[in-house]
């Protein structure tokens, strides 16, 4: 189940909103290439989920980095280990919106193949909270 304070969180990603302060960039045609994303530390989290690089995905998050999926907690390691890089996951962005900091496409894995929302909170350069959620 999902929880309501994610649900508020995420409501605007489907469908997206166009307003100054929240751009969504779409692909004219087909996903978004990695290298077409906005932000760099967000493009850096998808390269090396497309490379299957463990040591480069972790570079980008903070020591206290927090993760929630569906709106539960979780702990980071565990869940990238078993949903992302155990599991040969693969996350194919269709649009980015709040200037690269939110992406919308399909993942998939050896366990999923779902419609997702990747929503990043960015400080000092380092991913300090993920939240993701199926759509």
Not at 114 to 125: A, L, Q
Request: glycine share 6%; charged share 30%; proline share 4%.
């Amino acid at each position: 189940m999902i929880h309501e304070d994610f649900l508020a969180c995420v409501g605007d990603a489907m469908p997206p909103r166009k307003t100054a302060s929240n751009a969504v960039r779409i692909a004219a045609s087909g996903p978004m290439r990695a290298d077409e994303l906005t932000n760099p530390v967000v493009r850096a989290v998808v390269l090396a989920i497309q490379d299957g690089d463990r040591k480069s995905f972790f570079a980008q998050f903070a020591k206290s980095a927090k993760l929630t999926d569906d709106g539960h907690p979780e702990a980071l390691a565990e869940w990238v280990d078993r949903e992302i890089f155990g599991a040969h996951g693969r996350l194919v962005v269709e649009r980015e919106a709040r200037h690269g900091l939110e992406l919308v496409g399909r993942f998939h894995s050896d366990q999923w193949d779902m419609e997702t929302v990747w929503r990043f909170e960015i400080v000092d350069g380092r991913v300090r909270r993920l939240d993701v959620a199926a759509l």
